[in-house]
């Protein structure tokens, strides 16, 4: 239950055999491949156009299930949402992927016609816009462009203000009061005005110098007709572009029904991609082809026995060699597995470490169980947990999350039982408005609202094991590795230290008796003489050891201290989820009359526990990681490693069965 | 009814109005951020939600502590009691860490929090690393509910109400 151990894994095999060896690895899924070195007689394969090409196709499936979410969306409950893989043999998956060409070209079209739809929208739109500035002129009986007649000079086009006719008549005849002219104001508005001013030809230049020092604009676009013949022409076009949207619309819609097919043709082409992006690593000539990787040790047996009997191949399975970074595959438990992905979102196990996630996992559910502390939030989370691994198909991540969640949440059912709190204390809140009765308190151990100074005593101890358990892994690990020394010289003098100095700093909040603070004193002074003493030791002279021992004691002083009391989160995250259910409870019963404060604390009680249980979730969820990351694996905890990514059958919407 | 009174309500409005302005403030930063990500990637909702609870929580601290008090000095469900304006000063003070380091606290946290968008943005896997960033402002809101809290409560024990 660890970190599994790695070997090196090489072969050869005949060229007629090598498309199928390669497929054959994959849907075994526990060979990572890499780069066969090229010589001058091995080339490694050139795989990038076909790579790029499945890239192509990928995409334009995955483009054509975005269009049909838009055009023909899936009706699908919130629950199936969480639905993972239809199960497909693999026989059915021979046979589906016989007719994928035609699918594609679905894809294609239903891509196409989705470009035409938004290309419709855009020009619909232009039009819209064009007729929308045409739309004031439409009551102008002649041509934009009318220039007037043999005798006449007619002007048309707009001042950026607003006149009436009145006003227009005037403005004209103060700029030039010699002229006879007729004009006609054919809209107006408060920053435009659209006018039509006829005058004698022989004065269209007088008039025309008046007009422009009036701010006289001519229209950029002129019709030729009425106005009005332009504006139908738009309407129309608009409404042909509306028509076709319409069916094609309607058309995508009739593609719903291929939405399966599609995802199938995604799920084909990516798994294709993956092993063509695999193929890039292998070697090859006319005759063979080479290829290395990486595979767990547990399964190697087995693998080579069954390449060497179903291809014409030869394997070769050695140690890798010590300075070699192999990539890191965790296999746990359900218990231990199921914060892999909190430890994984940290960093994975580097070449030294060894896997956290048993000792973690088991001070994982205490930790979230001590901070949600609320037994009834804890009963939902274990019945909604429940109802998921039974109810739905869970991708294999999800399942070690619903697992995470599941433990998670009976262990707050435990603590919130010990601590009394079940929805905050709406029994006693029931009780009291409905029955009369003053129920005591629930809680198997105590309030921690009413002794916070216990709660925050228990939660430092809960912290001192937590910390101490990680540097029991340290402890191991320097044992295993052979550095016995310094083992004991890094672990054991905290110990003395934190042990000591615990009963000394509880005695300020609370009463310890005599015989354990000077218990205390003496395990504390036998542990700072330690870390002055040894903390030094890689130094070689005299004054660099004390100094070093010296500093190390503020180290590990301050250090500890400081992790210690950010545990004291425990309490106010536990304080937080109670108060707040209580206020819940307490807002729920604000009405009078015993059948309206029924109905409203029902509401109420809903509503609200239901924020407070997503709230606290959040927020318990991080604070717990927090302690993992921070305190506890910066006791032992390196990270830094790689995770073993073979080349698999890695699919979306179907999961494979093999048969 | 007195000054002392006066002064310990004046206590809670302020941690409840100081924790919540904070969050308000970083709650809406961080929504920003998430509405300008969602606006290219919808699919990402879920992440940059969980981004942005992350400040609202010292609203919820700072009305925490108001409720705590409250209840206390028996303004919520009960009668008053009478407190000489130096035990009302003295739960006004108790406040204070709440109001002061939860309003802080919120503001840097989502900026933090609003960074961590653009984490989500390009490399929505490492998620995790953005709430942890977050989540180390959020411990000195934590120690400002703590220590506000155990006030209120000691100075209960001491007052004698």
Not at chain 2, 14 to 26: D, H, L
Not at chain 2, 73 to 78: A, R, T, Y
């Amino acid at each position: 239950m660890a970190k599994l151990k790695m070997k090196r894994f090489e072969a050869v095999c005949a060229i007629e055999d090598s498309r199928d060896l390669v497929d054959w690895l994959q849907r075994c899924g526990f060979v990572e491949l890499s780069e066969f070195e090229e010589d001058d007689r091995l080339a490694r394969l050139s795989v990038g156009t076909s790579v790029s090409q499945f890239e192509k196709i990928l995409s334009a499936a995955e483009s054509a299930l975005k269009n049909l979410d838009k055009y023909a969306p899936e009706k699908k409950s919130f629950l199936e949402s969480f639905n993972y893989g239809v199960e497909i043999s693999s026989k059915e998956y021979e046979e589906r992927s016989e007719n994928i060409d035609g699918i594609i070209s679905k894809c294609i079209k239903i891509n196409s016609t989705a470009k035409k739809i938004d290309e419709n929208k855009a020009a619909a739109a232009r039009y819209r816009a064009l007729s929308d500035q045409l739309e004031p002129w439409l009551a102008l009986d002649v041509p934009m462009q009318f220039r007037g007649t043999g005798s006449t000079a007619a002007f048309i086009g707009s001042f950026q203000k607003e006149y009436d006719i009145d006003g227009l008549t005037l403005a004209i005849g103060a700029e030039e009061p010699e002229i006879d002219f007729y004009a006609e104001v054919v809209f107006s508005s408060r920053d435009q005005t659209g006018v039509f001013v006829l005058c004698a030809k022989d004065d269209a230049q007088k008039m025309e110098s008046a007009l422009r020092s009036l701010g006289f604009v001519k229209p950029s676009d002129p019709t030729r007709h009425r106005p009005e013949i332009r504006f139908e022409r738009y309407q129309k076009q608009i409404s042909t572009l509306e028509d076709e949207i319409y069916e094609h619309t309607q058309n995508l819609a009739d593609y719903g029904n291929l939405r399966r097919d599609i995802e199938f043709a995604a799920d084909y082409f990516s798994v294709k991609r993956d092993k063509y992006k695999a193929l890039a690593n292998i070697a090859a000539n006319d005759k063979l082809i080479a290829l290395k990787g990486f595979l767990p040790e547990r399964k190697a047996a087995k693998l080579v026995e069954k390449i060497e009997k179903k291809f014409i191949a030869a394997v070769a399975v050695t140690e890798p060699s010590d300075d070699e970074e192999t990539p890191v595959l965790l296999k746990n438990g359900r218990f231990g597995g199921a914060v892999e992905s909190v430890t994984e979102m940290y960093s994975i196990p580097g070449k030294d470490d060894v896997d956290p996630n048993p000792v973690m996992a088991f001070f994982y559910y205490i930790l979230f169980g001590i901070m949600l502390s609320d037994a009834g939030y804890g009963v939902v989370m274990v019945v909604a947990m429940l109802f998921a691994k039974s109810k739905l198909r869970l991708s294999s991540g999800m399942k070690k999350a619903t697992d995470m969640f599941l433990y998670c949440g009976i262990s707050t059912v435990f603590w919130g039982a010990m601590f009394g709190s079940w929805f905050g204390d709406i029994a006693q809140v029931v009780a009291l408005q409905f029955f009369g009765r003053e129920l005591p308190s629930l809680a198997l151990w105590f309030e921690p609202v009413d002794d916070p100074m216990k709660m925050m005593l228990f939660s430092f101890l809960i912290g001192i094991v937590h910390l101490f358990a990680g540097l029991a892994v340290k402890f191991s690990m320097l044992w295993k590795s052979g550095q016995r020394l310094a083992a004991f010289f890094d672990v054991i003098p905290v110990y003395l230290l934190v042990m000591g100095a615990a009963p000394l700093g509880a005695g300020i909040i609370t009463e310890i008796s005599p015989a354990i603070s000077a218990a205390g004193k003496y395990l504390a002074i036998a542990g700072v003489a330690l870390i002055v003493l040894t903390s030094g030791r890689s130094s070689k002279n005299i004054f660099g050891k004390l100094g070093g021992g010296l500093y190390g004691l503020y180290n590990i002083g301050a250090g500890y201290l400081g992790d210690i009391l950010s545990y004291s989160r425990l309490l106010a995250l536990g304080l937080s989820t109670g108060v707040i259910a209580s206020v819940i409870n307490l807002l729920g019963t604000m009405a009078s009359g015993t059948f309206l404060k029924a109905v409203m604390l029902i509401f109420v009680f809903i509503f609200g526990h239901t924020v407070n249980i997503a709230i606290n979730l959040i927020g318990t969820y991080v604070h717990t990681n927090r302690l993992q990351y921070v305190e506890f694996f910066s006791k032992f905890y390196e990270g830094g490693g790689r995770a073993f990514t073979p080349l698999k059958v890695n699919t979306k919407y179907y999961s494979i069965k093999e048969d | 009814m007195g000054t002392g009174l006066t002064l310990a309500i004046l206590g809670a409005a302020a941690a409840a109005a100081f924790g919540g302005i904070g969050s308000a403030i970083g709650v809406g930063m961080v929504g920003q951020a998430g509405a300008g990500l969602v606006s290219e990637d919808p699919s990402k909702f879920g992440k940059a939600l969980i981004l942005q609870i992350l400040p609202g929580t010292q609203g919820l601290y700072g009305f925490l502590t108001a409720f705590l008090l409250l209840v206390r000095i028996g303004v919520i469900g009960g009668d008053a009691v009478e407190l000489t304006t130096l035990e009302g000063l003295m739960y006004f003070e108790a406040c204070l860490p709440m109001a002061i380091g939860g309003f802080i606290s919120a503001i840097w946290q989502a900026k933090v929090s609003a960074s961590g968008i653009g984490i989500i943005a390009k490399k929505p896997d490492e998620s995790g690393k953005a709430i942890t960033f977050a989540a180390m402002v959020e411990t000195y809101a934590v120690l400002s509910l703590l220590i506000s809290v155990l006030a209120i409560f000691s100075i209960s024990g001491i007052v004698g109400k």
